[in-house]
């Protein structure tokens, strides 16, 4: 079998390769660690060698500072020897001011008798305070004869140990010398500068409160030590701190280059291996990145097109060219005008092309008629976007094209139905209307056939006069004027057509309204108080739709009152001139409506009236909203005790010049 020895041989040699490239690793590892551990020994025994050197330099300065307290304890002790023979006040000044002037850390003398009163004080001018604790100091130093250190303290003027050294006379205690040191200068003038370099020097007590510290150097922290300095520091403690040594940076140098080059080596080792492996991961990682790309284009139901900044496309999906009919070969590298471009609006087609190519592109998209390479048309909704590389430059502009043929369709279709539930309803409207209607024009008819038979009886008698005839004419054409009005409206109302927005005024459109309900309202006898307001604006609105609207608001108002008391039965019209808006409020003084109807009000088929359609309030909101106004109610408060309902509607005073879809589409 060639195949299978040809594989067993590939498997032996990289086996091989495998054991080759494992011995320089395990060489280097080795290596490695051998380096570190010879670092660590290194730094072991210079931490030992730093530590010997920091406990060393400690003692020294603890025996220079215990041997300099010494020797200014003995003189204070010589001077209250002194201060117990005569004359005790001129020797204290004398003596104790020379004291002062070659002690730099003694700040103040202080002579108290043994009342533990002050009799007097260097430097005169520095008051001196007895704290409380000095009572048993006082006592530790009568009973000791020896001098005795209180605890350190801290204040304004710095860290300060006081010092109680006993004067006797005669062998009779005649009170103490009050001593004061200054901590921080102790340090200063005891710690040379040279132990200062290598080391901080601090001055605390057994609660870890810093008194004094001394120190030129900056930097971490490598070693300590704590040493008491009591007595007679009474709880103080010397601590020293050693910082890292700069000695051996070139040590460490060393040993990082070393283990650098180690783990270069090390690395090196690595590299083909892993090379190889990364490159199979990312062969493998395009193919299922190519493969999870390749699926999502071809699942997608929108088409995608993108396009340089010249125009020219340079990438299509294959959702795209199943919406045209072309194929990716016959579209990459076209340049407008386009193949699926509608040929009868080239023109219109460029000059958005233009603007999407300079950046002006709508941003909620924008709708064209293309034509598919079979010739059909179908309506396209675009979305352009700028096309943007990995570097973040701007190379092109990307587009998303989604077919909306049919649903521009259904919307039409469900416009055209929209358009004709609203002359359903007017003819509803009418139908209800058609009784009293009927009995309005039987007036002016009537009236017109009596004022003929008059006219006739007069011309065929011989006494007639010419003035008695035209008065008569006069009045038969003012009633045929008001019939032919009447049946001019109705008509008018009736009539099917197209929505189409036009200037007209709304006194106009509320007058003939009122007309049509005028007969129904003396008929149930209710009254409608019209209140306009003065120089109303003309408004932009198809005069029948806004006719509707109010004959359902004022037929809803006049079935609301069927309840109410005669006397009380009124319907308020009033129009209100807003900034920007007209509105109209129609106001009745009937029941008012339950909170459950309340939410449903405006839903279509959905009725209050036993014989209701449930269609009336529906239309007249998707009306108020084709028109780009507002439809609500409001119960009547006010004033308190009103019933009631108040339904109003805006409509916008100016033109607009992007007319709006017809209710429905």
Not at 74 to 101: E, P, V
């Amino acid at each position: 079998m060639p195949g299978m020895s040809e594989a067993s041989t590939v498997s032996a040699h990289a086996q091989g390769l495998g054991w080759m490239l494992a011995l320089p690793k395990l060489g280097t590892a080795l290596l490695i660690v051998a380096v570190i551990a010879l670092l660590w020994l290194l730094h072991r025994n210079d931490l030992q060698e730093q530590r010997a050197t920091l406990i060393s330099d400690v003692l020294w300065l603890e025996q220079n500072l215990r041997f300099h307290l010494s020797g200014s304890e003995s003189q204070l002790q010589q001077l209250a020897q002194d201060l117990g023979q005569d004359d005790q006040q001129r020797i204290f000044r004398l003596r104790g001011q020379h004291l002062l002037n070659n002690a730099a850390e003694l700040t103040r003398l202080s002579l108290v008798d043994e009342r533990l009163r002050v009799i007097d004080t260097l430097p005169a001018k520095a008051p001196v305070t007895l704290r409380p604790e000095y009572r048993d100091l006082y006592e530790q130093a009568r009973a000791l004869g020896r001098p005795s250190y209180a605890r350190p303290s801290l204040g304004k003027e710095g860290a300060k140990q006081s010092v109680l050294i006993p004067i006797y006379g005669r062998r009779n205690f005649n009170g103490f010398m009050l001593a004061e040191l200054d901590l921080q200068v102790l340090l200063r003038n005891q710690v040379p500068w040279w132990f200062a370099e290598k080391y901080q020097v601090r001055l605390i007590d057994d609660s870890g409160t810093e008194y004094a510290a001394k120190s030129k150097v900056a930097g971490t922290p490598s070693l300590n030590y704590l040493l008491p300095l009591d007595p007679p520091g009474y709880g103080l403690g010397l601590e020293v701190t050693a910082y890292g040594s700069r000695d051996n940076t070139a040590q460490r140098i060393l040993a990082v280059a070393i283990v650098c080059l180690s783990l270069g080596v090390f690395w090196s080792l690595w590299a083909i291996r892993r090379l190889i492996r990364r490159r199979m991961e990312v062969e493998a990682a395009l193919r299922e990145e190519h493969a999870f790309r390749q699926a999502m284009e071809d699942s997608l139901t929108a088409g995608m097109r993108a396009r340089d900044l010249e125009g020219a496309i340079i990438y299509v999906n294959p959702a795209f060219c199943r919406m045209t009919g072309f194929t990716a070969e016959e579209l990459i590298g076209h340049k407008p005008p386009m193949p699926y471009w509608d040929p009868d609006e080239i023109e219109e087609t460029m000059a958005l092309n233009r603007a999407v190519l300079s950046g002006n592109a709508p941003s909620d998209g924008f709708e064209i008629n293309f034509r598919r390479k079979d010739g059909s048309p179908f309506r396209a909704l675009i979305y352009e976007a700028p096309l943007i590389d990995g570097s973040g430059q701007h190379v092109g502009w990307m587009g998303s094209v989604l077919d909306v043929t049919e649903k521009r369709r259904a919307e039409e279709l469900a416009r055209q139905q929209q358009e004709k539930l609203q002359f359903t309803a007017r003819l509803v409207t009418m139908g209800e209307m058609a009784s009293t209607l009927a009995h309005e024009l039987n007036q002016p008819l009537a009236a017109i056939a009596s004022y003929a038979a008059g006219c006739a009886n007069r011309l065929a008698s011989d006494r007639w006069q010419p003035e008695e005839i035209r008065a008569a004419l006069d009045k038969l054409g003012r009633q045929a004027q008001r019939a032919g009005e009447i049946i001019r409206r109705v008509q008018s109302f009736v009539r099917k057509s197209e929505p189409k927005l036009q200037p007209c005024r709304l006194e106009s459109v509320i007058e003939d309204s009122l007309v049509l309900v005028e007969a129904d309202a003396r008929t149930r006898g209710i009254s409608i108080d019209f209140q306009p307001e003065t120089a109303l604006p003309p408004i932009m609105a198809d005069q029948v739709m806004i006719e509707q609207v109010l004959l359902n608001l004022l037929r809803n108002a006049m079935d609301a009152l069927a309840d109410t008391p005669a006397p009380e039965r009124r319907i308020t019209l009033q129009v209100r001139n807003l900034p920007q808006e007209v509105e109209v409020r129609v106001r009745d003084q009937g029941a008012g409506l339950a909170p459950e109807a309340a939410q449903r009000l405006f839903e279509a088929f959905f009725t209050t009236k036993p014989d209701g359609m449930g269609i009336g309030l529906s239309i007249c909101r998707s009306i108020i909203e084709f028109h780009r106004g507002r439809l609500w109610y409001e119960p009547n408060r006010h004033p308190p005790g009103s019933r009631g309902t108040t339904f109003i509607f805006t409509l916008p005073k100016e033109a607009h010049d992007d007319p709006p879809r017809p209710p429905g589409g």
